[in-house]
């Protein structure tokens, strides 16, 4: 009696964890792997015995028998719960019925197994027939692996990916002119990389985001944060890698119907402050969601074939009122859809197939002051089709080959696409497309990968290689031009006057722009890697990587103008158990990181671009209003709607080309020492469980320091400032003295020479000629970006009753660069931001970055009331973003433009030529985040029909904080005229948001 109950409670199985941190050892992208050992009770390993591992609801099943050291292993297997049983001459049978495996890691176990009839007194029971895993020591990835749907059961998350990467400890929210977009240790939006089932989704025209695919469409999403190895590549930020839900032998299906109500939302605080303010009158900001799903699962033909379906109804809906009383709503109610085969050809071979259609248009309505109204379209998605085929060819080598397909709609129209765009002096687009860009194209990706795994014991150790090849062909084609082919800006000149002079004080000017660009453009991106998880003894582990990465991109006449070598990214990683007992790892990590160059850069840059910018004086509006803001305002209010153009009085003041329209010659636009942009990264951390101590019994704790610097960055830059220079540097007569090429924009890196060979049709005196410009001579400084991190963490696993997980992040970033984007003015033009683009624009640029947050601290958990209640809560504490002063270069020596409010100096005076300088960062800082969610999910009794039927209601920022997320940072309007709103609250928190919702699945 005494030995049955022992047996009883050592056998309880342990639960999939919601949230756990990742693995390193056999990281792959769709599958994860089971390794054990098989001991007696007295410790010792035991061989010879047959361990049958099976897939919970599959036919999938694989046999081994252990060897000497007890061990056996079921490599790149579905994730998902497993069924384990041990059996052998002169032992006791023991089956675990839920044994869980995470995407991408490995689930080391310990399992003990009794001899029969080895017990014959209560002296000599012990706890036999039960499995355990302490510290994962082949861990060196930093991040949370997340199973979705329990995830969502018991904490409050937004319905998104996003919601997903923020559990993670230094993720922080990106910029809101991004989307709802994240940054990753410190690293810009515009540099994570996305994988569904094996298959990049990323948007590759400039790396911000990428498909939009819904929340129960996926099962396990694995987000890294740092630390991954080498057959993770095209990042310099964060990995986020995950795997779609599929189906068993088993019939299982659900639906689900959720709506965030307007009515039960709460209001923010308006950021306008009066007359001239150029901000929102946010307490007008509606919002209103609502999106139900239907999927259903199981056998096609049992035990061989299995299917999911998935469709998601969505309906969003958004409204603004800006200060001009324009009202604008936004309606998004396309579907998705989409769903996977899995094929089981035998035991050993399995091919999956995955379709998703998220293709969806978005669609703007604008209803004017004067009664007039027009509709926008964003356009956005496309369809993605993956075919993938693992292989364990022996218990020794698995062999995987994928394909895929994407496409992704880039383009924006609307009803008024024919009239010019107009801009008043309070920022408000006030005719024409309210985009101001419009835009046809579309992306298209192929993508080619095949992986190994081979297993190699007693060679020094035992060995996990690791290799593979990849390869994305990426194809875009883009039209863009403003809306009606211009685009009209009205400034009010300050007190001083602006432009230097050109323009009289307290007067009404515009600034005509032209932009036309458009043609197809391909970009091939191909990889190899080997990876080593090395266990040299038993308790050290090594990981030893290289990744060799190269990047093409074509011109718009399809000739390569900018191709890097296979740059070398080594892995280092190891683990090293502290006592030997596997409950405290030591771990430490060195990686380099390369991402490729947007396909944005082969739009903007190696394409027939047309841009132009001119400054006008003006005599008068649209013919009959008076040139003044006075009467800029009474002809947009005057109804039949009038046009509002301006009569431009004479040439301009001021005409600046900064692309000239043409196709450049290719070897004009590439510094040819140009290399690739990539990150170095640092990682040191200790682990440890906790045994033995019963009030914190299963508990993890864990620190690590991580410290990434950006090595190289690629950035454009306009040679026109410095041209005249490098003339007199190397005697060339001003009389021939030419220029780049038309537009004298270069790819180079920064704080490096130049070496180009410049257009023969621009600079005939050095036709065919290559020469290097010193950096001397360039006169910007080298791009850098440091972060520096010490990660907290103490985590409680779910045991069916309660969880916690909470985090504490001190960091800093600090640099001259944020990323591919740059959030200061929300430029999404990755790898051609105007960070580098003119010298004088780099003085004071470096600074606390954007994305830096000093101190960060989250917290999360649940707990199951009743066996048929569960609450639970998501907190964060988050110190705020600096700020510096953003307006025009106040000098007349030629580095840089007067004309554009972009550099690092502001006039706060308003006379002529008063700027000062106001580094990044430096002059003032916004307000702490806060935030507090909660939820209540009740599973109502059933028992005519099978299945759970659950009521929920989650409550996000229950105390309705208002903290500022975003403030002012341009401190003038115009060249000398000072902006009334610098330092004023630009952006609130969402306001209190009530989501309730209602579940059913079988």
């Given at each position: 009696?005494l030995a049955?109950i022992?047996?009883?409670a050592a ?11 990742t693995?390193?050892s ?27 591992v099976?897939?919970?609801g599959?036919?999938?099943t694989?046999?081994?028998?252990t ?8 490599s ?19 089956t ?5 495996v ?8 310990d ?6 009839g080895?017990?014959t007194?209560?002296?000599?029971i012990?706890?036999?027939g039960t ?13 949370v ?7 969502f059961?018991?904490i409050?998350?937004?319905r ?9 400890p230094?993720?922080?929210q990106?910029?809101?002119a ?7 240790s410190?690293?810009s939006v515009g540099?994570?990389v996305?994988y ?5 989704i ?8 990428g498909n939009?695919v819904?929340?129960?469409f996926?099962?396990?999403v694995?987000?890294k944060t ?5 057959e ?13 839900r ?13 709506i965030e109500?307007?009515?039960l ?11 001239g303010?150029?901000l929102g009158?946010?307490s007008l ?5 609502q ?7 199981g056998?096609i033909?049992?035990?061989?074939a299995?299917?999911?379906?998935f469709?998601?109804?969505r309906?969003i ?8 009383g324009?009202v604008?709503?936004?309606?998004r109610?396309d579907p ?10 035998n035991?050993d071979?399995?091919l999956?197939?995955?379709?998703f ?8 309505n604008?209803r ?5 109204s027009s ?10 089709t ?10 020794w080598f698995t062999?995987?080959?994928l394909y895929g397909?994407?496409s992704f709609?880039?383009?924006v129209s ?10 008043d ?6 005719r024409?497309?309210p985009a ?8 298209e ?6 992986d ?7 060679l ?8 593979g090849y990849?390869?994305e ?7 863009s031009l ?9 400034y009010l000149a ?7 002079g ?18 197809a453009?391909e970009?091939?991106?191909e990889?190899?890697?080997?990876q ?10 090594l990981q030893?990587g290289?990744?060799?990465?190269k ?14 070598d296979f740059?070398?990214s ?21 990686g380099?990181?390369y991402i490729?160059?947007?396909?944005n850069t082969?739009?903007?840059?190696a394409g ?6 001119d400054?006008?004086n ?5 013919g009959?209003y008076?040139a003044t ?8 209010a005057a109804?039949?709607?009038?046009n ?6 004479g ?11 043409v196709?450049?010659?290719?070897q004009s ?6 290399e690739?942009?990539?990150q ?6 200790v682990q ?9 019994d299963?508990?993890n704790?864990?620190?690590?320091y991580?410290?990434?610097d950006l ?17 007199d540097?190397a005697?060339i007569a ?14 180079l890196n920064?704080?490096?020479d ?7 049709s621009t600079f005939?005196a ?7 410009i ?9 791009a850098?970006r440091?972060y520096?991190?010490?990660e ?6 779910w045991d ?10 001190f960091?800093e ?7 591919g ?10 790898g051609?931001?105007?960070d580098?683009?003119?010298p004088?624009?780099?003085?004071g640029s ?10 960060t ?14 609450v639970g ?7 705020p973003?600096k700020?510096?002063c953003?307006g025009?270069y ?7 433009s007067?004309?554009?409010i ?7 005076t ?9 580094p990044?960062?430096?002059?003032f800082e916004g307000e ?5 969610d909660?939820s ?7 028992s005519?029909?099978p299945g ?6 989650d409550?996000?920022?229950?105390f ?7 403030f002012?940072?341009?401190?003038e ?22 989501r309730?919702?209602?579940?059913y699945?079988?």
């Amino acid at each position: 009696m005494l030995a049955s109950i022992a047996l009883v409670a050592a056998a309880a199985p342990a639960v999939i964890l919601a949230v756990a941190p990742t693995a390193a050892s056999a990281q792959d992208f769709t599958t994860g792997t089971i390794e054990g050992t098989v001991l007696n009770t007295s410790g010792q390993p035991v061989s010879g015995v047959t361990v049958t591992v099976s897939q919970n609801g599959r036919s999938l099943t694989r046999s081994f028998t252990t060897g000497a050291s007890g061990e056996f292993r079921a490599s790149q297997i579905p994730v998902g719960s497993y069924t384990v049983t041990i059996s052998g001459a002169g032992y006791e049978s023991y089956t675990d019925a839920n044994v869980p495996v995470t995407l991408g890691s490995t689930a080391d176990f310990d399992f003990v197994i009794r001899a029969v009839g080895a017990a014959t007194s209560v002296d000599e029971i012990v706890v036999v027939g039960t499995r355990s895993s302490a510290v994962d020591f082949n861990r060196t990835t930093t991040g949370v692996t997340v199973n979705v749907q329990e995830t969502f059961d018991r904490i409050p998350t937004a319905r998104n990916l996003a919601a997903i990467q923020l559990l993670a400890p230094t993720t922080t929210q990106g910029d809101a002119a991004f989307g709802n977009e994240i940054s990753i240790s410190g690293s810009s939006v515009g540099e994570n990389v996305y994988y569904l089932n094996g298959f990049n989704i990323t948007n590759f025209r400039n790396f911000v985001g990428g498909n939009t695919v819904p929340f129960e469409f996926y099962d396990q999403v694995d987000v890294k944060t740092g630390g991954f190895q080498a057959e993770f590549g095209r990042s310099t930020g964060g990995a986020v890698i995950a795997v779609s839900r599929s189906g068993g032998d088993q019939f299982e299906g659900g639906f689900n119907y959720y709506i965030e109500p307007e009515d039960l939302r709460g209001e923010v605080p308006d950021t306008y402050v009066g007359p001239g303010s150029s901000l929102g009158l946010d307490s007008l900001d509606t919002a209103q969601r609502q999106d139900a799903n239907v999927w259903l699962s199981g056998p096609i033909w049992r035990d061989h074939a299995y299917f999911f379906g998935f469709y998601n109804w969505r309906d969003i809906e958004t409204g603004s009122t800006d200060t001009a009383g324009t009202v604008q709503t936004g309606v998004r109610d396309d579907p998705f859809y989409g769903g996977k085969l899995d094929l089981l050809l035998n035991q050993d071979h399995r091919l999956e197939i995955t379709y998703f259609s998220d293709d969806q248009t978005q669609v703007i309505n604008q209803r004017f002051s004067n009664g007039d109204s027009s509709n926008t379209f964003n356009f956005d998605g496309g369809e993605t089709t993956i075919v993938k085929y693992t292989g364990n060819l022996t218990d020794w080598f698995t062999l995987s080959a994928l394909y895929g397909e994407g496409s992704f709609n880039q383009t924006v129209s609307g009803d008024l696409d024919g009239e010019i765009s107009i801009v008043d002096t309070a920022l408000n687009i006030v005719r024409g497309n309210p985009a101001l860009l419009i835009s046809q194209g579309e992306d298209e990706r192929t993508m080619y990968r095949i992986d190994g795994d081979l297993y190699v014991n007693g060679l020094f150790g035992d060995h996990h290689f690791r290799f593979g090849y990849d390869r994305e062909d990426l194809a875009s084609s883009a039209v863009s031009l403003y809306s009606g082919g211009r685009y009209y800006r009205y400034y009010l000149a300050g007190s001083g006057g602006a432009l230097g002079g050109r323009i009289a004080p307290n007067t009404v000017y515009v600034r005509d722009r032209n932009y036309q660009s458009g043609g197809a453009y391909e970009t091939e991106q191909e990889a190899f890697y080997v990876q080593d998880a090395w266990d040299v003894t038993d308790r050290l582990s090594l990981q030893l990587g290289l990744r060799a990465e190269k990047f093409s991109n074509f011109n718009a006449a399809g000739e390569v103008f900018v191709e890097t070598d296979f740059d070398i990214s080594p892995r280092l990683g190891m683990t090293y158990d502290v006592f030997g007992d596997r409950t405290t790892s030591l771990r430490a990590f060195y990686g380099r990181y390369y991402i490729p160059i947007a396909a944005n850069t082969n739009i903007r840059m190696a394409g027939n671009e047309l841009f132009t910018q001119d400054f006008y004086n003006i005599s008068n509006i649209a013919g009959s209003y008076p040139a003044t803001v006075a009467g800029l305002n009474a002809c947009l209010a005057a109804s039949p709607r009038n046009n509002c153009l301006p009569t431009l009085s004479g040439a301009p003041v001021l005409a600046e080309v900064l692309s000239p329209g043409v196709v450049p010659e290719s070897q004009s636009l590439v510094s040819e020492n140009l290399e690739a942009q990539y990150q170095d990264e640092f990682i040191v951390g200790v682990q440890h469980e906790v045994t033995n101590f019963a009030p914190l019994d299963g508990w993890n704790f864990s620190a690590t320091y991580i410290y990434r610097d950006l090595k190289s960055v690629m950035e454009d830059f306009d040679t026109n400032y410095i041209i005249e220079n490098y003339c007199d540097f190397a005697g060339i007569a001003a009389a021939v003295c030419g220029s780049i090429n038309g537009a004298g924009y270069v790819l180079l890196n920064p704080g490096k020479d130049l070496i180009i060979t410049p257009d023969s049709s621009t600079f005939p005196a050095l036709a065919g000629q290559t020469i290097t410009i010193p950096a001397s001579i360039l006169d910007i400084p080298e791009a850098t970006r440091t972060y520096r991190a010490l990660e907290l963490v103490a985590e409680r696993p779910w045991d069916g009753l309660w969880s916690l997980r909470a985090s504490a992040v001190f960091a800093e970033s600090k640099g001259n660069i944020e990323g591919g984007v740059k959030s200061d003015n929300g430029q999404s033009d990755t790898g051609l931001t105007q960070d580098f683009d003119e010298p004088g624009w780099t003085d004071g640029s470096y600074g606390f970055l954007p994305n830096h947050r000093g101190q960060t601290f989250k917290i999360f958990g649940s707990w199951a009331v009743t066996e048929d209640v569960t609450v639970g809560f998501n907190a964060i504490l988050q110190s705020p973003r600096k700020y510096g002063c953003i307006g025009s270069y106040p000098f007349s020596d030629g580095r840089a433009s007067r004309s554009t409010i972009t550099a690092w100096y502001c006039n706060r005076t308003g006379a002529p030529g008063a700027g000062v300088l106001t580094p990044r960062g430096s002059q003032f800082e916004g307000e702490w985040f806060k935030n507090v969610d909660v939820s209540l999910a009740w599973n109502l009794p059933m028992s005519a029909v099978p299945g759970r039927l659950q009521l929920r209601a989650d409550v996000f920022n229950v105390f309705d904080f208002e903290s500022a997320t975003d403030f002012v940072e341009t401190g003038e309007l115009s060249t000398d005229s000072s902006n009334p709103d610098y330092q004023r609250i630009s952006a609130y928190q969402t306001p209190r948001t009530v989501r309730v919702g209602v579940s059913y699945r079988f």
